[in-house]
């Protein structure tokens, strides 16, 4: 059974740093795409990174380029996302997601094969 876990997630203030991890068992992730989405209360879910775990091609949202970075970890089959610069509206429950290696970054956070629980970020004074 595919399953993804995030962790990392807290409580910091505006200009802070947070890092989140996505693990994966059950499978291999470079036989997938997989992508950090967040949702706000009351928002739609976004998009805001997709990385083709095994070229290590990463795609980003303008909404977090320059202050967010993806990277991986191939031997343990982890994701993680380093996020920097936090701003208030970065408020939002993360959930890691893996989708078609091939698509799913052209398309999440549609096209989603299998979620993650989530993990909270809260930005505030």
């Known amino acids: 059974q595919l399953r993804l876990a995030e962790s990392g997630g807290g409580s910091v203030q505006p200009g802070g740093s947070l890092r989140l991890s996505c693990a994966a068992s059950g499978f291999r992730l470079d036989y997938y795409a997989v992508a950090w989405v967040r949702q706000a209360p009351g928002k739609e879910r976004e998009g805001i990174s997709c990385i083709r775990f095994a070229d290590g091609d990463i795609y980003y949202a303008d909404s977090v380029k320059g202050r967010f970075t993806v990277s991986r970890d191939r031997a343990n089959d982890m994701v993680f996302l380093q996020m920097n610069s936090l701003k208030y509206e970065d408020t939002a429950t993360y959930y890691c997601?893996?989708?078609?290696?091939?698509?799913?970054?052209?398309?999440?956070?549609?096209?989603?094969?299998?979620w993650g629980q989530g993990t909270q970020v809260t930005v505030a004074p």
């Open positions: 997601a893996a989708g078609d290696v091939d698509r799913y970054c052209d398309a999440y956070p549609r096209s989603t094969y299998t």
